[in-house]
């Protein structure tokens, strides 16, 4: 086992994780309970995916249905997570907000902080010894005091440029560089606010400091339009050191054989990875896979690729709940579960009670057995992440209703249910219909499953005018559903 695990890491190799001492472990260290190993994370964000989110109309679509969004609306001011039900917060350890006595804090709004911080400081939180102190003279000239008492900038500042941010938290003008800088990402004043409340320190960043970290984040593959989301997600990054945080976290994705293509999307996709410990937290995490689960030390580098979130969530809760779980409800062997992990590990984020149960139920009622659930979820295990109303329960009942097929050709073509209704499944049928080539009998799910030009030359017909007719479907249901909200 020894020389599995340190062939794991080719550029990057595991390190010793000392054994812990014999009292209890504390977070972000790994040990062993009898024969298993146990990782403990040092914190995880319990709002990590959207497994539920509808592409918007007149979109692009992809001819597989998932509710899961690869990417960001780009439009979307709000680039915070949501929770989609399909989460349990009880397996995520919540990061403390301590003082510096290590005592628990209650949360507090901004307001809230502003009054206590105006309270305690005034004037002095231009002033605090931290950062460059500019002469007396300078810094009466630069403020002014309003009537109700709000720190302003002076007439000849950049207050105009953010009116809203300096009326909401009391703001130091050697701040407005790396504000200035940040807003070349297109973050907002609501998005500087989002960044104070989450960690206030974020905007008092030397501004060529937090350009050397930005630039050496894009220098491996973030792109310009991420690092808005990156930084609400994780403000803390304009902190992180280069040599000795990021760097180092880089340095262990590509050890796990993640290509450099791909390094900036894990990046966006799970910026919080750069808050936990290499060693005691991010490898101890991986070897868990690897020894534990059981995912082939080849395929490791996969599995991130697949769900990033995987390597800043308590893994071993997360497994051992829904390999208990898929055991008893279906009868799943562990191969099949392992399975299930490296094809869609996103099946480690959902809720059992809110994800996996409703999702199997539904397989039930319409006439599917366990074998026959087991051998789809095995086949194709996204069917777990994409909705019931919107999703499965209308191709469900247009597998009956149209295509006058029976519930078990699904356990030959599980394919059925990830391609998407409007741009692949209705379209095809309809179009063999309007040319009289579609079968009198059940249709064949093989025709749904080929490409559009492999379709269309089966069918001696150009992709264009297949291409066509799709287009005046699609328009012809959206004029149906917009009057039907009429």
């Known amino acids: 086992m020894a020389a599995t695990i340190h062939s794991l890491y080719p550029y990057n190799p595991f390190f010793h994780i ?45 001819m597989y249905d998932s509710d899961e969004d690869d990417e960001e609306d780009e439009d ?93 938290i009391v703001m130091d003008v050697k701040w407005l560089p790396l504000l200035d800088y940040l807003s070349t990402f297109e973050i907002k004043e609501s998005h500087f606010l989002q960044m104070y409340e989450r960690h206030m320190p974020s905007l008092q960043i030397n501004v060529c400091s937090a350009q050397e970290r930005l630039d050496y984040l894009m220098s491996v593959g973030v792109k310009h339009r991420d690092v808005r989301k990156i ?29 450099n293509s791909r390094i900036g999307q894990i990046i966006a996709a799970a910026p919080s990875l750069f808050s936990y410990s290499v060693d005691n937290s991010l490898k101890p995490t991986a070897r868990y896979l690897v020894e534990e689960v059981g995912i082939n030390e080849k395929d490791l580098g996969k599995v991130i690729q697949l769900s990033p979130q995987i390597l800043v969530q308590r893994i071993d809760i997360s497994w051992n709940t829904r390999y208990m779980f898929l055991s008893k409800e279906l009868g799943a062997p562990r191969d099949s579960v392992v399975k299930m992990v490296k094809k869609h590990p996103q099946l480690l984020h959902y809720s059992i009670d809110d994800g996996l149960l409703p ?22 295990t ?19 209703n149209e295509l006058r097929n029976e519930v078990k050709s699904l356990t030959k073509y599980p394919m059925y249910l990830s391609l998407s209704l409007d741009q692949r499944i209705r379209p095809r049928h309809k179009f063999l219909v309007s040319l009289k080539k579609a079968p009198k009998g059940p249709f064949p799910l093989g025709y749904l499953v080929p490409t559009d030009e492999s379709f269309c030359q089966r069918w001696d017909t150009s992709l264009d005018t297949y291409l066509a007719f799709r287009q005046r479907l699609l328009l012809k249901k959206f004029a149906e559903k917009y009057e039907r909200k009429m």
Request: charge should be positive; include cysteine.
């Open 359 to 380: 999702r199997i139920n539904f397989l039930r009622s319409i006439g599917m057995k366990n074998p026959d659930i087991l051998k789809v979820l095995t086949s194709l």
């Open 231 to 259: 930084l609400l997600r994780q403000p803390q990054i304009l902190e992180y050191t280069i040599e000795n945080n990021l760097k180092a976290h880089v340095d262990f994705l590509r050890g796990l054989g993640i290509p």
């Open 76 to 168: 979307d001011d709000d680039d915070d997570e949501e929770d989609d039900g399909l989460l349990s917060d009880d397996e995520f350890a919540e990061p403390a907000d301590l003082d510096v006595n290590n005592k628990r804090r209650k949360s507090r709004t901004v307001a809230e902080r502003n009054r206590e911080r105006e309270k305690e400081r005034g004037l002095r939180s231009f002033d605090d010894g931290q950062s460059n102190r500019m002469p007396k003279s300078e810094r009466l000239a630069s403020f002014q005091q309003n009537d109700s008492g709000k720190l302003q900038f002076g007439r000849n500042s950049k207050e105009k440029k953010y009116p809203r941010l300096s009326e909401e």
């Open 18 to 62: 000392p054994a812990p001492p014999s009292s209890s472990p504390s977070c972000g260290s790994s040990f062993r309970r009898g024969s298993k190993l146990v990782v403990l994370a040092a914190h995880s964000n319990p709002k990590i995916l959207k497994t539920n989110r509808m592409s918007k109309y007149g979109r692009a679509l992809s």
């Open 382 to 400: 996204q069917v777990l992440s994409l909705s019931l109303e919107d999703n499965l329960k209308p191709k469900y009942l247009y597998l009956v």
